[in-house]
């Protein structure tokens, strides 16, 4: 079974920055492809940014395209995602999750972080 926490969310102004972290527990967390994700009230959760097990291929969604960065430390089990230029249409609770080698979902979930952008 995987744990993962996060941390690194709160209140930020318009235009700036903050770095999200999520810490995985157990031996294999350079097995997992890691994905950091987003739900606003009242909308689905989409996906902000992914990385692969070895920390190439990153993908961005279009609307954090060129103002994130997701970065993985096997070493230190963790991935992060460097958030600037915030804009209030980040606001919302964000969460890692870890895709296991061999499956076809996420099975493991962080708890949640709330990141709020005010105007």
């Known amino acids: 079974q995987v744990q993962l926490v996060q941390s690194g969310g709160g209140l930020v102004q318009a235009g700036g920055s903050l770095r999200l972290s999520c810490a995985a527990s157990?031996?294999?967390?350079?097995?997992?492809?890691m994905g950091w994700f987003r739900q606003a009230p009242g909308k689905e959760r989409e996906v902000v940014a992914v990385?692969?097990?070895?920390?190439?291929?990153?993908y961005y969604a279009d609307s954090v395209k060129g103002r994130c960065t997701i970065s993985r430390d096997n070493a230190q089990n963790t991935v992060y995602l460097q958030m600037n230029s915030l804009k209030p249409e980040d606001t919302a609770v964000y969460y890692c999750?870890?895709?296991?080698?061999?499956?076809?979902?996420?099975?493991?979930w962080g708890q949640g972080t709330q990141v709020t952008v005010s105007s």
């Open positions: 990385i692969s097990r070895s920390g190439g291929s990153p």
């Open positions: 157990g031996r294999t967390f350079s097995s997992y492809a």
């Open positions: 999750a870890a895709n296991p080698y061999g499956s076809n979902r996420y099975e493991y």
